[in-house]
């Protein structure tokens, strides 16, 4: 074993890094690549900035590419995703010309590697049509969807399902949001790897050092959401849940951390906004983050009494996984991916609206022992659910079902 693998084994238990070993061997010398539209920012880059490495570790021939576009397309492609999630929003003839031209253009500069592989995982709506603009395919090809997609707007959902029908498996992150497709769907949770930089113990110096910079009063309470500024993340519900938990706790401050995605251009519009409901309150941080501050991220995280996920939409929310790993239990809106992870009075409490999240805030912070030991149970929680050992595990049960399902060959494990 690896000193990498090693590693995992010490948070896991040996079993489960030699059960990944085992699951490898039929994949041996497969190539596998993962498509998506964005190396930074979002949960899908970040996912991916763990997986493909360790898909690598044991042994699989992985790579990662990235579709390229203009404003045109990301504006377009930002409209699906709103529209997966729920928003009526209709999108021009000539925005939807241009996503197929952009995937046709992208599809004829990755022709060498798509065509070749064994398996192409395709992340998300953005590269969706790449499947049809291939030609000569020799591998499998899955279709991957994040997004909250429980209610989709249907005259978006039936657009892009016609570039998704075609391939041979969809993989979804809850059951709630599996669609009428003509392929076996997959419900695969996302993870965090625990040996990331987002998400590896830190010294108490790095800690209070995050703290001093953003001139936070670790002597007073902290709220926190991290999240990209996007509607959907209720940043504002946030702010309104901040000023009533105010009334009852004058000294309470808020961080609400983010940063852009390269493919979300509704971020500044949305920054705007939320500056705008702070009324410069000293005591709210709004911190615009680069999209390599993990660490920042990671500091955040431990220095805050109260951790907040308050969306109205969510595919998995990879930021209430990481608070519960640092042992806090999580405020989360009571939707999507978020439910799989907030089990009310066990891990954090899922809430519906401003007044719910200030309520809970208080009985947390009037019941230290109580936050104490549900933090306990949510890294608990994790460990047995949502660490990418067992993302991987899923993966490869995934991969070799493909591939062998209705071969003769004997699968050498
Ligand atoms: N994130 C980050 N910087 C930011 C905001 C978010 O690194 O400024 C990370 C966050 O820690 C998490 C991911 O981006 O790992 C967001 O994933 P999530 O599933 O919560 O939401 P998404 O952005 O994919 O909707």
């Known amino acids: 074993m690896s000193t990498l693998l090693e590693s995992y084994a010490k948070v896991t238990g040996e079993d489960v890094i030699d059960h990944l070993l085992q699951l490898s061997k039929p994949l041996k010398n497969k190539k596998v690549i993962h498509v998506n539209s964005t190396k930074m920012g979002g949960g899908v880059a970040e996912i991916l900035h763990q997986l493909v490495p360790l898909m690598e570790e044991i042994g699989i021939d992985t790579s990662w590419e990235v579709i390229e576009g ?31 031209k952009t995937n046709k253009e992208n599809a004829e500069r990755l022709k060498g590697v798509l065509a070749d592989a064994d398996i192409v995982f395709i992340h998300d709506p953005q590269p969706a049509p790449l499947f049809e603009y291939t030609a000569n395919k020799l591998g499998k090809w899955v279709w991957r969807c994040h997004i909250d997609a429980s209610k989709p707007y249907r005259k978006v959902w039936k657009y892009l399902r016609k570039f998704v029908a075609g391939y041979d498996a969809s993989i979804f992150s809850l059951a709630d949001f599996a669609q009428h497709l003509p392929h076996p769907q997959y419900l695969i949770p996302p993870s965090i790897d625990p040996l990331s930089d987002k998400n590896v113990d830190l010294e108490e110096n790095e800690i209070s050092s995050v703290a001093n910079k953003f001139n936070l009063d670790r002597c007073r309470p902290i709220m926190l959401q991290v999240s990209r500024f996007d509607r959907f993340k209720d940043p504002i519900g946030v ?16 961080i609400l951390a983010g940063g852009g995605a390269d493919d979300d251009p509704e971020g500044e519009e949305v ?30 995280q431990r220095i805050a009494d109260i951790i907040l996920q308050k969306s109205l939409k969510e ?30 009075h066990q891990t954090g409490f899922c809430v ?23 933090g306990l149970k949510a890294k608990e929680f994790v460990r047995e659910n949502y660490l990418i050992t067992r993302h991987l595990k899923e993966h490869l049960t995934l991969m070799v079902k493909l591939l062998y399902n209705n071969s003769s060959d004997r699968i050498e494990i």
């Open 239 to 254: 702010i309104k849940a901040y000023k009533l938990t105010k009334s009852f706790l004058p000294n309470v401050q808020l």
């Open 315 to 344: 595919g998995f929310g990879l930021t209430v996984t990481e608070s519960l790993w640092k042992g806090k239990p999580v405020i989360g809106g009571d939707t999507g991916g978020i439910r799989l992870q907030v089990i009310n």
């Open 352 to 374: 519906n609206t401003p007044e719910g999240a200030a309520l809970r805030i208080r009985y947390l912070l009037h019941n230290k022992d109580k936050m104490n030991e549900m």
């Open 70 to 100: 203009n404003d045109d397309f990301y504006k377009c492609t930002k409209s699906f995703h709103n529209a997966l999630q729920g928003d009526k929003v209709d999108i021009s003839e000539a925005l939807l010309k241009n996503y197929e």
């Open 271 to 300: 920054l705007n906004e939320v500056r705008a409901a702070a009324q410069s309150d000293p005591d709210i941080h709004i911190l615009v983050l680069q999209p390599d501050e993990h660490r920042t991220i990671n500091a955040l």
